[in-house]
């Protein structure tokens, strides 16, 4: 080997004075003691020592570090290691490798084991308000509009600017600032039984909703370890918030008359209007009071409803509720315009007004769905086109997979349904005008 010839015992002045001759791209000054180590210079004067033996018939060539980094005695050191894994018969770059696979493969492991103590720190000082806000903005798209607003009313801070002043917060308000982490079955327990104290009605819909927001959290992976099952399922929990009371509120066939009297004498045309149709359509009052003119098919005498239950369902626009719709004002989007802004007054005021006048007791917004319901017993309406009216899901296997109702055979007996209601109640208008045209006459 021609580096055999500039071959001399590496020392510090040597070192320093070795430089590269001109027109020659490197040059080596090799080592007595450590016949394996030499000095390269480039003719930019950049030194370094290097390491070069053969190994199964090649050569093999390895740098150590700059002349800066390396003093002399640890570069023999360093050489003379590599002779060592040489003469066994290892490749020091495979070793090298091998060593810096492991050391990055250790890095990653920590770097992991890292983010996940971080994610899990985080996930221990999440809320309950934050990961309520998560599981909204996912489902929203699932949910009809009521219940979408229930999730948000219920959870409400409250001190909002109100008709009637500052709004209170919703029942869920009090477990929004936990740790999801601490969301826990005695915690929930009190929580049920200081709503339960004020607001009972609320706090079981509340309840509900929690219930199915947890069952939601235990089935995300960043949530794995923070709640032990459903908290919101235990005994103490409903028992202190109760069973519903049975809604007995009806409209009865021989109020009719007094009913719509006193729905024609209410001054304001709309809330007049949507509570007409809640009685004449069986739909909730939210479906009612979240009706868009988009909603409304004039042509085809279709309304889109809708529901909470099965997302949307059309029933018939049947020729009094046209009228009713077609002498409205066009304010916004919404077809009783002002009730969901709250511009207006609200319609359970003005009914229970307007109810005490008609000398009926006790008669709410969600009775008049009842009072549809009961009001067909006289008629005989097949129950599956009540419930399709109304929105209820179908009871009998037949009507889940079998029977399927196009609008117009709807519209054949809810016509028979309000024209009867009508007819008790002294309403008299001719059907085949144009609506907008008829003329109404309260009896």
Not at 224 to 246: F, I, M, Q, T, Y
Request: aromatic share 6%; with cysteine.
């Amino acid at each position: 080997m021609k580096q055999q010839l500039n071959r001399v015992r590496l020392t510090a002045g040597r070192v320093s004075e070795f430089s590269c001759p001109a027109g020659k791209a490197q040059s080596f000054l090799w080592d007595t003691d450590t016949p394996t180590l030499a000095l390269r210079v480039t003719p930019t004067g950049r030194k370094t020592y290097i390491f070069e033996a053969r190994l199964k018939g090649s050569t093999i060539r390895i740098n150590i570090g700059t002349v800066a980094d390396w003093p002399i005695e640890k570069a023999r050191t360093k050489a003379q290691g590599l002779k060592v894994l040489i003469d066994s018969g290892t490749d020091p770059r495979e070793l090298e490798r091998q060593q810096q696979a492991d050391k990055d493969k250790a890095s990653a492991e920590q770097a992991a084991q890292q983010a996940r103590q971080t994610a899990q720190d985080a996930a221990q000082a999440l809320t309950v308000g934050e990961a309520w806000a998560t599981y909204i903005a996912e489902r929203k798209n699932h949910w009809g509009e009521r219940h979408y607003k229930d999730h948000i009313e219920k959870a409400a801070p409250g001190g909002t600017d109100g008709r009637r002043g500052k709004t209170l917060p919703g029942p869920l308000a009090a477990l929004m600032p936990l740790p999801l982490l601490e969301l826990t079955a005695p915690a929930i327990e009190l929580w049920a039984a200081s709503e339960a104290q004020t607001r009972p009605t609320s706090a079981r819909l509340s309840w509900r909703l929690l219930k199915a927001f947890l069952g939601w959290c235990n089935e995300q992976p960043a949530y794995v370890g923070l709640l032990s099952g459903n908290p919101a399922k235990n005994k103490k929990s409903r028992e202190a918030l109760g069973k519903p009371a049975v809604k007995s509120d009806v409209l009865q066939k021989g109020q009719l008359n007094a009913w719509f009297t006193a729905m024609h004498q209410i001054h304001n045309p709309v809330v007049a209007a949507a509570l007409q149709t809640m009685l004449l359509t069986g739909a909730r009052p939210g479906e009612v009071l979240s009706l868009r003119w988009d909603d409304v098919n004039v042509k085809w005498k279709g309304i889109q409803i809708r529901d909470k239950v099965e997302g949307t369902r059309e029933i018939p626009a049947t020729p009094y509720l046209l009228h009713l719709l077609s002498a409205l004002p066009h304010r916004n989007e919404y077809v009783f315009a002002g009730l969901r802004a709250e511009t207006i007054a609200n319609p359970t005021e003005l009914h229970a007004r307007a109810c005490k006048v008609a000398g009926i007791d006790g008669l709410t917004l969600h009775g008049l769905r009842r009072s549809f319901k009961s009001l067909t017993e006289w008629l005989e309406i097949p129950a599956g086109v009540v419930a399709q009216l109304m929105g209820h899901k179908p009871s009998a296997t037949a009507e889940k997979h079998y029977t399927v109702r196009p609008l117009d055979l709807l519209r054949v007996h809810h016509e028979k349904i309000e024209a009867w209601i009508l007819e008790q109640a002294g309403v008299q208008f001719d059907a085949k005008v144009e609506p907008g045209k008829l003329r109404v006459v309260a009896g």
